[in-house]
């Protein structure tokens, strides 16, 4: 049921007030910078994962070439990269490294675990330590295309594509005490690869992959509750599908990118719309061949794809749908030296995207950039300018300012599939909202200011 709430404090009459500012806001002002230092990584990296946790800092993990190929997981502090509890946190060599949060704000990382059979491994951080999630390597081995992700109630999800089952897609998940498969093993009939995996808003599990039951075109897979099934005609990608990514819209549609080989390489993304897979503006977008393909959506439900951009030097590129068609988020081929592989795309709280990779042709090392102004930290607060807490939120939920002074709040919760649950007008810069009766799961804030507009969002439990 839909909450809707309209507090009116004061009548504000219409005037405009006079405000000097002495550095820029329009998009012209904006470009991709990097974020820290020029690279996060000691040595070489691999398999850069990127994720951020609830109070908005951006964590990378990545096979740490400068830690015996382990596995290592840094955050950036607003001044510099950070490793988080111990660099080269796994016992062995670590591949196929995968990042998420859980909705508590805890960091996890699954990985390719080749001191154990080359089985899959999760581990957590407990704000001291790296903790095994369940034991080491605890299924059979070798595995490759891992993707971690967190069901709506907290239960952690991993899917893989495992030579056990002759290259077939697996799904497990976290029972709290040991990994317990989800459906039948080797859900696919053929060799699975790109496994990606996320949740629909109503906690249903979908895998989208490269499908070679299929001639190599993508297909996706959804757990209805005893069987995976099919979501529209399997292998629905008009040629064979590299590079497979799936990402839910605010509504609820999944969208999957992926490399279309059978034209020139390009990148598409479709969307299901309950009946039939069906393009998200023109097929094969790109200028040329788009490699290492990474799919988010941003705060304000905006597709957009981050990929290695051949028509640009192998550099890093994002681009967007912009509800016509696609275009680059500032300049294409942001990133330097070209071979720009292992792509991760995510947005902060605030709503600025993010991207982390490997720079090939410079020492392989791990970077992150991000779009912002280019006047960033010029006249800006230090701390963050909006805090969210409780996080997760079982009552109640503070949003705070921070002490910045605004003449009128208009602030929107919504839930994942975009439902508002509240709305209120408010002259407070620092007030609590009653959270008890929403239902769990994940919620988006956003706060329209005089002059800005803030996003974050909190977990309810």
């Known amino acids: 049921m839909i909450k809707f709430l309209n507090v009116l404090l004061f009548l504000f009459p219409l005037t405009i007030f006079a405000q000097e500012q002495w550095y820029k806001t329009s998009p012209q002002d904006y470009s991709w910078m990097l974020v820290g230092n020029t690279s996060i990584s000691s040595g070489a990296a691999v398999y850069t994962s990127l994720a951020f946790s609830p109070s908005g800092e951006p964590y990378v993990a990545f096979q740490d070439y400068g830690n015996s190929l382990k596995a290592t997981v840094m955050k950036f502090d607003g001044n510099t990269w950070n490793n988080i509890g111990l660099d080269g946190c796994s016992a062995g060599t670590a591949e196929w490294t995968s990042l998420a949060f859980s909705p508590l704000g805890e960091p996890y990382v699954a990985f390719c675990d080749c001191v154990n059979s080359f089985g899959p491994t999760v581990m957590k951080f407990d704000g001291t330590n790296w903790v095994l999630v369940g034991p080491p390597g605890f299924a059979e081995g070798p595995i490759w295309f891992v ?159 981050a990929f290695c951009d051949q028509a640009n030097n192998y550099n890093s590129s994002v681009m967007k749908f912009n509800g016509s068609v696609w275009e680059y988020i500032g300049s294409p081929g942001f990133s330097e030296g070209g071979n720009a592989h292992y792509l991760s795309l995510a947005f902060n709280t605030s709503g600025k995207p993010y991207v982390a990779y490997v720079n090939f042709d410079v020492a392989h090392k791990a970077k992150v950039m991000k779009y912002d102004s280019v006047h960033v930290g010029m006249n800006e607060p230090k701390q963050p300018r909006l805090s969210i807490y409780p996080n997760p939120a079982s009552t109640t939920l503070t949003i705070d300012l921070n002490n910045m002074t605004s003449k009128r709040n208009l602030v929107e919760i919504s839930d994942i599939r975009g439902m508002k649950m509240l709305e209120i007008q408010t002259l407070q810069n620092k007030f609590t909202v009653n959270v008890n009766n929403y239902p769990v799961g994940i919620y988006f804030i956003k706060m329209n200011t005089d002059n800005s507009l803030y996003y974050g969002k909190f977990c309810k439990n």
Request: glycine share 12%; proline share 7%; net charge negative.
């Open 147 to 305: 993707s971690l992700a967190f069901h709506p109630s907290g239960q952690p999800y991993i899917a893989y594509s495992g030579m056990a089952w002759e290259g077939k897609g697996v799904v497990m998940k976290f029972d709290g005490t040991d990994w317990i498969n989800v459906g039948d093993s080797g859900f696919a009939f053929g060799e699975t690869h790109y496994t990606s995996l996320a949740f629909s808003p109503s906690g249903q599990p979908f895998v989208a992959f490269q499908d070679y039951e299929n001639t190599a075109k993508a297909t996706v897979k959804k757990f209805d509750g005893s069987a995976w099934v099919n979501v529209g005609m399997a292998g629905f990608s008009p040629g064979p599908a590299d590079y497979t990514n799936i990402a839910f819209s605010q509504s609820g549609e999944p969208y999957v990118a992926f490399q279309n080989k059978g034209n020139s390489m390009k990148a598409t993304v479709m969307r299901f719309d309950g009946t039939t897979w069906l393009n998200v503006g023109m097929p094969f977008f790109t200028p040329g061949d788009a490699s290492d393909l990474s799919l988010a959506f941003s705060p304000s439900n905006e597709p957009h794809v």
